[in-house]
């Protein structure tokens, strides 16, 4: 087990490395720059910001540099927001977008499995085919449309929520179920298709020819088996959750992590363009390896090398 | 003990993530949630007001800053010497009285008595020495440096501004500058502080701690992304006439969700509206549209094939139908363009318009649209492409952010087919198309313009060969003598006889179309009064009052 977790943290620096290098040299092929504008800077003044901000430099000491400077856990500071450190951006947004988007993930395993669950037991009947629209739809309906139909009729129709901001436990409903719809639908899906197969074992027949209950049957044997690919989603769905969502967020006025990934890219603030990048691939890594235990805990079959 | 493992794994996993996370909690208890954008005063609660200027700013340093609604929140912290009253004229701020030498060169102000900084620290002439000096030190990266072009030893580096005592400042200008009073109220003339400054660097603008200002409010938090709370600064010299106890300005960037919260009266100030909504606002008491300094035009790169020759650029211009794009895709009150300063710019007179006087180039009537488009595929033979014979397939260069700006293009593109040729269209993300079109790498490209102050200079200055913002590449002997003659003139007369001179020139050469002249649009509730917008977009809550 020791020897998995370090050959596993070994593949993780390097992947984050690659991803690293990968986005540093692709993020100064894209074209313009950090300090253009509508109004342009006069040359003097570029030059001085350039020079400031070491991005006069060939790009290979560029590189040098940010990596030795990441190497002692500093991320820079952002070339937007002038003043304002990379780390200090992604660890004052990350606890909120992680507190909206864990709430989102725990709403969607809960009930993603529950009704999913329900729809492979009620196979064919109007439940299980109410379930399977319904989950259709959260996985055709993009979450803009979800967000601003959830604003328009809750907000502004009917106002018995907030419409922005985190002030209030209520404020949360909204966002909490826009990030969770997606996540939940699928994970309904999958858990339907996985209960559906895993009901139709042997083993499951035996179970009950031994004297379980339907119940005891289901929770022992059933669910244990068939919740292991929504375990696999769970890695990545967390690290994208944790991370926030530009969309949501800047529909319901979230000061989370979200709109960093975009607005970083839009306006080539390359120091939070890589800050954000390593840092979500820091997360995947991590989630992926969490996920790749829990998965050896609930099937023991399962050999980690 | 594996099944128990196995749980306490799964949890981990599923809630362990949220036990972590939800540490920290949201400090603005006080604040209104479903309220009507204010908080109801009672003995102890104070009157908030909530209000929408724009999305999280990127700085708030008022050196550093170039946005509109950054200036919105600097000129809430911050007070230069004058500030802009209702009607967008300088009224004394900082500064008691200043007194303007014959020749109209030295500005000697003085400041008023017993000032001091949100802190305590008192102010004093040499605030504003150093706040200007650094704004136009290029080590501090200000994209409004050459606001001081004016005073002299701009290009030298260093200022020719004096503390002479702790209240008076001293100001000597390379020429008669008229409209200077009103430069001295632009938040990147605030003064700054300079030993805050250099302990802390660029950081100082972003913590309520060190931003300290000397203007009305001062900043108390500011949760990035979320909101920024002002509350009244009880040091200001005239903090009696005050309105709200508490400003909040809620960071939002949809329009949609600034629309839901104006409606639902959770904030009294929107200044956003999703285009499609302008129809349905639009006779509301609550839907204010008002002049902006600024053109939406088309740029011609100058330098290449076919643009190159000006009878083409001009008949362009002309096919061009401004009533068509007003109506239809602008739809907020815009003015069809004939000329490129914009309307609301004062000429020598201050009673009368730069525009008044200096007339339309285009007739911008919708009679005369038939009569421009004939005389268009006139220049269009003369200049050797005949229905369009011959002549190239061209792009169009926009960039896709606003849906407005594709609209246009498309209507554009309508527009030209009647010249018989082909323009394609191509759209570029913000800071790539920004980048394109200042290397000249277009053809036909989107373009636009907002002045910095009242005076047609602001519009006119950009087109001198080599400008970084002279995107059409465009280089004119006389009209860089003319310019460069403009801002070293005395007399007020040949100076805006100069400036006429400079945008007739602009036109003979057919170096832009212009489309049409901004508006700024905002919702305004009307339990909110003496709140006001200035010609610039800055919004002036500090004297505002809520009725209830």
């Not at chain 1, 998995?4 to 992947?15: C, G, H, M, Q, S």
């Not at chain 2, 300079?194 to 972003?206: C, R, S, T, V, Y």
């Not at chain 2, 913590?207 to 979320?226: C, D, M, Q, R």
Request: net charge negative; hydrophobic share 45%; proline share 5%.
């Amino acid at each position: 087990m020791l020897k998995y977790f370090v050959k596993r943290a070994v593949l993780a620096v390097i992947t984050i490395w690659i991803v690293a290098t990968l986005t540093f040299f692709l993020m100064f092929l894209v074209p313009g720059g950090p300090f253009l504008a509508e109004k342009a800077p006069s040359p003097a003044t570029l030059a001085a910001l350039e020079a400031k901000y070491g991005l006069d430099q060939p790009l290979h000491i560029q590189y040098k540099n940010y990596m030795l400077r990441l190497l002692q856990g500093d991320l820079g500071t952002s070339l937007k927001q002038r003043g304002r450190e990379v780390n200090d951006i992604i660890f004052t947004r990350l606890p909120v977008s992680a507190k909206v988007g864990g709430m989102a993930i725990v709403v969607a395993v809960v009930f993603g499995v529950f009704f999913g669950s329900i729809a492979a037991l009620n196979r064919g009947k109007w439940l299980d085919n109410l379930i399977v629209f319904l989950s259709t739809c959260g996985i055709a309906i993009p979450s803009f449309v979800v967000s601003t139909l959830l604003l328009y009729f809750f907000g502004v129709k009917l106002e018995i929520l907030p419409t922005f901001g985190l002030n209030t436990t209520s404020s949360y409903i909204m966002p909490v179920f826009a990030l969770a719809f997606y996540p939940m639908s699928y994970i309904s899906r999958l858990m339907r298709s996985c209960m559906l197969d895993v009901l139709g074992q042997d083993y499951m027949r035996t179970a009950r020819a031994k004297g379980l209950s339907q119940m005891k049957a289901l929770f022992k044997h059933a669910l244990r088996n068939a919740i292991l690919p929504v375990v696999t989603y769970l890695g990545p769905l967390l690290a994208y959750a944790l991370t926030g969502s530009f969309i949501v967020e800047t529909i319901f006025t979230i000061p989370g992590l979200g709109d960093s990934f975009i607005s970083s890219i839009t306006g080539r603030d390359y120091p939070l363009i890589m800050g954000t990048t390593i840092f979500l691939a820091f997360l995947i890594v991590t989630m992926n390896l969490l996920v790749d235990i829990v998965y050896k805990v609930i099937d023991p079959r399962i050999n980690l090398r | 003990m594996r099944k128990k493992l196995a749980i306490l794994l799964a949890l981990l996993l599923l809630v362990g993530t949220l036990a972590g996370c939800s540490g920290k909690k949201n400090t603005n208890n006080n604040l209104p949630d479903n309220e009507n954008g204010q908080t109801a005063p009672n003995d102890s609660e104070p009157v908030v007001l909530n209000v929408h200027v724009g999305p999280n700013p990127d700085t708030i340093d008022p050196a550093l800053n170039s946005a509109v609604d950054g200036a919105t929140l600097i000129i809430h912290a911050f007070e230069g010497l004058y500030t802009l009253d209702k009607n967008g004229v300088p009224i004394p701020g900082q500064a008691e009285k200043v007194d303007i030498s014959e020749d109209g060169l030295t500005y000697t102000f003085t400041l008023r008595e017993g000032l001091t900084w949100s802190d305590g620290t008192p102010l004093t002439a040499e605030d504003f020495v150093y706040a200007w000096n650094r704004a136009i030190d290029p080590d501090t990266g200000a994209d409004y440096a050459y606001m001081f072009e004016s005073i002299k030893g701009y290009d030298e580096g260093k200022l020719d501004v004096t503390a002479v005592d702790e209240r008076t400042l001293v100001v000597n200008l390379v020429a008669k500058t008229p409209y200077f009073l009103e430069l001295t109220a632009f938040p990147t003339f605030s003064p700054v502080r300079k030993d805050i400054i250099e302990e802390h660097g660029e950081a100082w603008a972003l913590a309520p701690e060190t931003y300290i200002g000397n203007g009305p409010y001062k900043l108390v938090e500011w949760v990035p992304s979320s909101h920024m709370l002002y509350e009244k600064n009880e040091r200001y010299w005239n903090y009696e006439a005050l309105g709200p106890d508490q400003i909040k300005f809620v960071l939002m960037s949809d329009a949609n969700s600034v629309l839901g919260a104006f409606k639902t009266g959770q904030i009294l100030f929107a200044d956003d509206l999703p285009t499609e909504e302008i129809d349905s606002w639009r006779d509301s008491d609550e839907f204010y549209i008002e002049g902006q300094l600024g053109t939406y035009y088309v740029s011609f790169n100058t330098q290449k094939a076919p643009f190159d020759n000006k009878l083409v650029r001009e008949a362009f211009s002309l096919a061009i139908d401004r009533n068509y794009i007003v109506e239809n895709i602008g739809k907020a009150g815009q003015q069809p363009a004939g000329a490129f300063v914009s309307i609301g710019i004062s000429d020598v007179d201050p009673t009368k318009e730069f525009r008044e006087v200096g007339g339309d180039y285009i007739d911008v009537s919708k009679e005369a649209y038939e009569q421009n488009l004939a005389r268009a595929k006139e220049l269009m033979k003369e200049a050797g492409y005949e229905n369009g014979e011959g002549f190239p397939v061209v792009e169009y260069l926009y960039n896709p952010e606003s849906d407005g700006h594709r609209l246009i293009a498309e209507a554009l593109q309508q527009m030209w087919a009647q010249l018989g040729v082909e323009v394609k269209l191509a759209s570029q993300e913000w800071s790539t198309f920004l980048n394109t079109r200042k290397n000249g790498d277009y053809q036909i490209a989107r373009n636009g313009w907002l002045a910095d102050y009242n005076d047609p200079i602001s519009f006119l200055d950009m087109w001198i060969t080599g400008s970084g913002n002279n995107d059409a590449q465009w280089s004119n002997a006389e009209y860089d003598k003319l310019i460069a003659e403009v801002k070293n003139s005395s007399d007020p007369v040949e100076r805006f006889e100069k400036m006429h001179r400079a945008e007739d020139i602009l036109f003979e050469e057919a170096v832009l179309a212009p489309i049409y002249y901004y508006v700024d649009l905002y919702l305004m509730s009307n339990k909110l009064q003496n709140a006001y917008s200035s010609p610039l977009g800055y919004k002036y809550f500090m004297y505002a009052q809520i009725a209830n």
